[in-house]
C-alpha cells in the first residue's frame, strides 16, 4: 500500500502538549495524586439555563440540518452582543458560527492565505495558528517577545516585519498562554499599521470576559471603519460562558471574506450541532451572571500563583491580565521546558505544559483553571521541586 502523506499533512508538527498529557493521565488512571495546570478550559460547568435550552431544543426535535453558517436567530444575538460589548456593527450575514473559535480561526486562514503568503504571528503564540498557516500552504512569521516586555510587540516592529507578501497578522489579546492584555491604545496603534500597510487583522478575542486589575478588552475592530475593515474577528463560546465541549465559536468579518468563509464551511463540516446553537442563543440572550463570581474565583487563584510563583527562587512571573493561565520563566534553572515540565510531572506530580509548545523555551505555561486548593498544593510542589534543583 501506498500510505504517501499529502506534502500539506506532512508538514504538520506533532502536538507537543500530548506527551506530558498522556503521562499525566496515566499516573493519574494508575491512581497517583497529579495536580493538573495543563488544561486550558475554565473547570466550571456550563451555565444550567443553557444546558435546559439544548435539551429543550432536543425534545422539540430541532434535530435537522441548519444553514450552513448556522441559525439566523444565533447570528442575530452575536450580532447583538458584538455591538452592545464590542462596539462593532455587524450584519448577521457577515457572521459565521463555526465548530469552535479553532474552527472559526482555520476558516478565516483558509479563506485569505495560500501558497507565497506570509503571516505575521507574535510568539508565545496559541500553538494551532502556526500549524493552520502551514495547513493553507502558507508561511508563518514569528516575531519573538518575552516577558521583559509584558509579552506585548510594538507597532515599530510590526511594521518593520511587513514585506509585500504579509496577508495576515494574527492577533491574540488576552493571550493564551501569557495572559497578556494589550491597551486599548496599543491595539489602535497595531491596528493603524495594518490599515497603513494594507494587512489583514485576525483578532481572536476569545478571553474577552475574563480580565483583572482593571484591565479592559478593546476589540481593533472598534476604532475605526477603516480598522473593521481589515479586522476580521474571532470569538467563541468556550471560555467566557464554560461550553468547550459544545464546540461553538464565530467569526466576524467584512462581506466578501464573510462569504468566503461561509462557503468553505458549507463544503466541510457545514453547520454546527442543532440543538447546541438553540443553547448558544440563550448563553447570549439570557442573564449573564455567572461570569462575575467566576472571574472572582480565577482572580483569587491569579493572585495566589503570581505571589507564590514569585517568591520560589529561580523562577520569575509577569503579571498577566487576562485569561487563566501565568507563563513563568524557567530559564535561570537551567532545564528546557521540556526537560522542567517532564521531571516536574514525574517527580512532583505537577502537569505543566512546556513553553516550547507555544514557541518559548524558556517559560512554563500553568493553567488556574483548578481548585484554590490545588493551586495552593501544586504551588508547594513546585517550590519544592525548584528548590531541590
Ligand atoms: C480556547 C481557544 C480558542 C477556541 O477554542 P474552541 O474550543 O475551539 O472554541 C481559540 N483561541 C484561543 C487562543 C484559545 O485559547
Not at 431544543?57 to 458584538?82: C, H, N, P, Q, V
Not at 500552504?137 to 509585500?164: C, H, N, S, W, Y
Not at 495572559?179 to 493603524?192: H, I, K, M, S
Not at 476604532?223 to 466576524?252: C, D, N, Y
Request: glycine content about 6%; hydrophobic content about 40%.
Amino acid at each position: 500500500m501506498d500510505y504517501r502523506l499529502s506534502r500539506r499533512a506532512a508538514t504538520l508538527s506533532p502536538s507537543l502538549t500530548l506527551t506530558i498529557d498522556t503521562r499525566a493521565k496515566q499516573l493519574a488512571a494508575a491512581g497517583e495524586d497529579v495536580v493538573g495546570f495543563g488544561v486550558g478550559e475554565p473547570d466550571f460547568p456550563t451555565p444550567p439555563h443553557i444546558v435546559a435550552a439544548a435539551v429543550k431544543a432536543l425534545e422539540d426535535g430541532f434535530t435537522r440540518y441548519t444553514a450552513a453558517s448556522g441559525i439566523l436567530e444565533l447570528r442575530k444575538a452575536i450580532a447583538d452582543k458584538m455591538l452592545r460589548e464590542q462596539k462593532v456593527a455587524y450584519d448577521p450575514t457577515q457572521i459565521t458560527v463555526s465548530c469552535g473559535g479553532k474552527h472559526a480561526c482555520f476558516n478565516v486562514v483558509l479563506a485569505l492565505c495560500q501558497q507565497g503568503d506570509e503571516v505575521i504571528i507574535p510568539s508565545p503564540y496559541w500553538l494551532s495558528y502556526p500549524e493552520m498557516v502551514k495547513l493553507a500552504g502558507a508561511t508563518p512569521v514569528i516575531l519573538e517577545t518575552t516577558d521583559e516586555t509584558g509579552f506585548k510587540l510594538t507597532p515599530d516592529r510590526l511594521r518593520a516585519a511587513i514585506t509585500p507578501n504579509t496577508r495576515l497578522f494574527i492577533l491574540n489579546s488576552p493571550s493564551n498562554p501569557t495572559g497578556a492584555v494589550y491597551t486599548p491604545d496599543e491595539l489602535r496603534a497595531l491596528g493603524d499599521v495594518c490599515v497603513e500597510k494594507g494587512v489583514l487583522i485576525l483578532s481572536d478575542e476569545i478571553y474577552e470576559h475574563l480580565v483583572y486589575d482593571g484591565a479592559v478588552h478593546a476589540s481593533v475592530a472598534s476604532f475605526s471603519p477603516a480598522h473593521e475593515q481589515h479586522t476580521i474577528i474571532v470569538h467563541g463560546f468556550a471560555k467566557g460562558w464554560s461550553m468547550t465541549g459544545w464546540r461553538l465559536g464565530w467569526s466576524a468579518a467584512p462581506a466578501p471574506i464573510a462569504r468566503a468563509i461561509s462557503a468553505i464551511q458549507s463544503h466541510s463540516t457545514s453547520n454546527t450541532t442543532s440543538f447546541a446553537q438553540k443553547g448558544a442563543v440563550v448563553a447570549l440572550t439570557g442573564p449573564q451572571d455567572h461570569l462575575a463570581p467566576r472571574l472572582a474565583e480565577f482572580n483569587r487563584r491569579r493572585l495566589l500563583a503570581w505571589e507564590r510563583l514569585n517568591a520560589i527562587p529561580r523562577l520569575t512571573c509577569a503579571r498577566p491580565e487576562g485569561a487563566f493561565y501565568l507563563f513563568p520563566n524557567i530559564s535561570k534553572t537551567g532545564l528546557d521546558s521540556s526537560t522542567f515540565c517532564a521531571r516536574l510531572l514525574e517527580e512532583e506530580r505537577v502537569a505543566a505544559v512546556p513553553g516550547i509548545a507555544f514557541g518559548a523555551d524558556a517559560y512554563i505555561r500553568i493553567s488556574y483553571a483548578t481548585s484554590l486548593e490545588n493551586v495552593s498544593k501544586g504551588l508547594d510542589r513546585i517550590e519544592r521541586f525548584c528548590r531541590k534543583l
